[in-house]
């Protein structure tokens, strides 16, 4: 990595010496980094997206330099193969120099006018080109906006409360997509405390895939739902592909009903081939929401749909939404520059190679350990889950949590950094090449061993 590069200056680093006790059960460890002691002092958890704390693995979080191509530098500058990129937000990798290059020259003229700029408007036409079915898109800062306010578009349009998402996705911490299962019928319950009850009444929330009770909440509600919000192909409960007439049937359903279907793209868009991955399985939504690539790993989200549901947003329509930040140069120039870079290039057979090779070599790995796993992969982006003979008490998903947490640990010393925690994918980029596919399965080899000795 070059002097550029070195995101910390010499005086933020004298601040990071620390000054007082930790908070949150961490004072005692004489052994913890002392940014990290400082960081928990400050923020929560000592972090600023809870699963960056390393909680589902177990031990303190990795305090992070810098990155090159797919690399991370740690504070102490030891590098790390990184599957994480920026939880799937850098498909070409970290600090690409035609990403740079292009924020470089954009930002000489500043970096947020809160106005209209030329660039917005390129990236607008691009991604109405690419995407299928989006003939207007808002251009918000994160995902979580962005599904929140496909919701809000969607609720208005049918002028319907109820909306119908699935267990397995995430959509964000927006209230309404903050969801259990409820007790009985279709309802829902806060996944997370301050949510008040109120705020999920209208949210109904299924098994992932399950066309049986898709079928079933249209039969008890379907006058009133708005919209089926899911994830074509799901990141985040690990990898999960749907049957082949899920999304058909969610398609045939919304249809009959005049429910909006809204696909939300925020990880799979761009990231499977240049567009959405709704036209791969051959179902086309009403709304689209997107993020991390085409943003370029700056933050942003956005919204898109045909004409006639997207001319409802303020101005044009009653349906406010509005943010300070969206729109601004730094993460339109790094999008535009990323899409540009895989329009050109076109990497996605290279990219769906690549994770088969990481694929076919995990599986060998593990067998050769003597070790069940089952890795599920679609194109550049997987899971790995452990399937141990002997499910103890705490079921399954608590055996594969903790092998993965000491799989994890077992990478991370050999230099690969996977996702802190079983229900993350792993993000494969333009920047890793077969060595790298290579060199972290030699670690995995040694890795599955190890899980296997600890059992
Ligand atoms: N939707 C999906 C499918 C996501 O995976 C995520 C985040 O990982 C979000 C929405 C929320 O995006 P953000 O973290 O940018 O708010």
Request: proline letters at 5%.
């Amino acid at each position: 990595m070059d002097g550029e590069g070195d995101v910390m200056t010499e005086r933020q680093r004298e601040g990071i010496r620390v000054t007082g006790a930790p908070r949150g059960g961490v004072e005692e460890d004489a052994g913890l980094h002392d940014l990290y002691r400082k960081a928990c002092r400050l923020m929560p958890g000592g972090v600023n997206s809870p699963v960056r704390s390393f909680r589902a693995v177990g031990g303190t979080p990795l305090p992070v330099r810098g990155g090159h191509g797919p690399r991370l530098v740690d504070d102490t500058g030891a590098e790390y193969l990184d599957l994480v990129m920026g939880w799937g937000s850098l498909i070409l990798g970290h600090a690409h120099p035609e990403v740079r290059k292009a924020l470089q020259r954009a930002l000489r003229r500043g970096w947020n006018f809160g106005a209209l700029t030329g660039e917005e408007v390129v990236l607008a036409e691009l991604l109405c080109r690419a995407v299928s079915g989006v003939e207007m898109v808002r251009l918000v800062n994160s995902g979580t906006e962005a599904a929140m306010s496909a919701v809000r578009l969607a609720r208005a349009f049918t002028g319907r409360s109820k909306v119908v998402r699935f267990h397995a996705c995430y959509h964000g911490h927006a209230d309404a997509l903050l969801t259990a299962p409820g007790e009985d019928g279709f309802s829902s319950r806060p996944s997370s405390l301050g949510v008040p009850p109120g705020c999920v009444a209208d949210t109904l929330t299924l098994p992932y895939g399950d066309e049986a009770s898709l079928r079933g909440v249209f039969e008890a509600h379907g006058e009133e739902i708005a919209a089926v919000i899911v994830e074509p192909v799901g990141g985040n409960a690990g990898v999960v592909i749907p049957a082949a007439g899920f999304l058909p049937e969610a398609r045939g359903l919304c249809d009959r009903w005049g429910t909006l279907l809204i696909f939300d793209e925020v990880i799979t868009g761009f990231r499977f081939r240049f567009g959405d991955c709704g036209e791969m399985l051959g179902v086309r939504p009403d709304l689209v929401c997107l993020g991390k690539i085409i943003g370029g790993g700056l933050p942003i989200g956005a919204y898109g749909g045909r004409g006639e549901i997207m001319e409802l947003v303020a101005p044009l329509g009653g349906v406010y939404q509005a943010g300070t930040f969206s729109g601004n140069l730094a993460s339109v120039t790094a999008g535009l520059a990323t899409l540009e870079v895989l329009e050109e290039e076109n990497p996605y057979p290279f990219l769906d190679e690549l994770g088969s090779l990481l694929q076919k070599g995990l599986e060998e790995g593990a067998a050769e350990a003597g070790l069940e796993v089952k890795v599920h992969r679609f194109g550049s982006m997987l899971s790995l889950t452990f399937l141990p003979e002997a499910v103890g008490a705490g079921g399954k998903e608590q055996v594969n949590a903790s092998y993965y947490g000491n799989f994890f640990h077992e990478m991370l010393k050999r230099g690969i950094y996977l996702p802190p925690s079983p229900s993350e994918s792993w993000f494969l980029s333009t920047s890793h090449g077969e060595e790298d596919v290579r060199l972290l399965l030699e670690a995995a080899g040694e890795a599955f061993k190890e899980v296997r000795k600890r059992g």
